[in-house]
């Protein structure tokens, strides 16, 4: 297993690429750490299959070096590399059983009968394929086939890392919370270092410890799913994760105040002069209706009951913001006004977070 390092990346498909634009990875550095499971979560078309096919060796960038452990790997393929890759649709030999399938990365690598026969065992049982190991593969659904290819990437021990390329899209909607279960059950048991790939929230947080948001061809953010909602370090990020995602707002700041369209919102802290496009972003999950001359003015365009909670959907001066209110509260009627939880707020400048100078949200550490 290895510690992967990405040195100074980029990568255009383009043979001669001029601006940054021509690039579907801009400049890159970045540090997986040797067995740790990774999101990398991000909109179509944001460079994450680039930038796995880079690491797995099918690709080589533009731009830059990718390290294994001290070992400069840039140029070498994928079978030097010693990884395993899931993609989205299944890769499996037709005319083979299953289990042959599944044997094939230990046979290929001349593993002994007895560990073969054994493994193949435990990766069918872990994908629900035990009773048809001796089925030929064709024939089978692309959701059988797509659990082959799972299988066949988790098969052996000894790689140093395992890549999955939104690999439960074709899978049925049952089976990926379960699948994803198994995944988490063998990167525990073997702490392989893992790189799961998705467009999808809901299984990026699930299945990892640090989730890397990747948007328009960058890394915006390495974090604990924690860091992503509480401080999300890019209006992508906040705007991305959630549900709904954080609301943005246009505003002047000035200390531990900002202005949105001439009406005052209190900070939970204390921010320098800034400039460029500067917004506060708020979750729904700490904006509330507000009373008297609280907050900001609305229109309340409707109430979604989504079991666990309701969410408010609101209009400010031709911005939406959305509220999330308890399962069974009640909102007043000519209620028109909500407000937000000044430490529940984060600055932006041209959409990157802005530190606060003196957080009033954690006195404690001013008193040491
Ligand atoms: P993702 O996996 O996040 O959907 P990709 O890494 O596949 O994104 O693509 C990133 C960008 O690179 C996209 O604009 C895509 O059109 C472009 N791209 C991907 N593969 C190729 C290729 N083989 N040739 C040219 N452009 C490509
Ligand atoms: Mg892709």
């Not at 270092?193 to 328009?216: G, S």
């Not at 204390?270 to 009373?291: C, D, H, N, W």
Request: glycine content about 8%; charged content about 25%.
């Amino acid at each position: 297993m290895a510690r992967i390092t990405l040195d100074n990346l980029a990568h255009s498909y383009l043979p001669n690429p001029k601006g940054e634009e021509d690039f579907a990875l801009k400049q890159l550095d970045h540090v997986w750490n040797d067995g740790e499971a990774y999101a990398l979560l991000g909109a179509s078309g944001c460079g994450k299959s680039t930038l796995l096919n880079i690491i797995s060796g099918l690709l080589v960038p533009s731009r830059g070096r990718v390290l294994f452990g001290d070992r400069d790997v840039t140029r070498a393929d994928t079978v030097e590399r010693n990884i395993a890759q899931v993609f989205q649709f299944p890769v499996v030999y037709d005319t083979m059983t299953v289990g042959d399938n599944l044997a094939f990365p230990l046979r290929n690598r001349g593993m002994d009968a007895g560990f073969v026969a054994a493994q193949v065992q435990k990766i069918a049982r872990m994908i629900g394929m035990e009773d048809v190991l001796h089925r030929k593969a064709r024939g089978l659904t692309a959701d059988a086939k797509q659990k082959i290819s799972l299988g066949r990437g988790m098969v052996r021990e000894d790689v140093n890392a395992i890549l999955f390329d939104e690999p439960l899209t074709v899978i049925d909607p049952h089976m990926k919370w379960e699948l994803r279960t198994q995944l988490k059950a063998l990167h525990n048991e073997f702490g392989h270092t893992m790189i799961y790939v998705t467009h999808d929230q809901t299984e990026a947080l699930t299945f990892a410890d640090k989730v890397v948001v990747m948007h328009d061809g960058r890394v915006v953010q390495l974090g604990t799913p924690e860091d992503l909602f509480d401080t999300p370090e890019h209006t992508f990020v906040g705007y991305f994760i959630g549900s709904p995602g954080m609301n943005l707002l246009d505003a002047e700041v000035s200390g531990h105040m900002a202005h949105v369209a001439g009406h005052a919102v209190a900070l939970g802290g204390s921010y320098k002069a800034l400039t460029g496009r500067v917004q506060i972003g708020v979750r729904p999950e700490f904006v509330t209706l507000a009373e008297g001359d609280e907050g900001l003015p609305v229109t309340i365009r409707r109430i979604e009951d989504v079991g666990r909670h309701q969410i408010l959907r609101a209009d400010f001066a031709g911005t939406p913001i959305n509220a999330i209110l308890p399962e069974g509260a009640r909102v007043p009627a000519g209620a028109n006004r909500l407000k937000f939880q000044p430490e529940r707020i984060n600055v932006y400048a041209d959409d990157w977070r802005v530190a606060p100078l003196r957080s009033v949200a954690t006195p404690q550490k001013e008193a040491v």
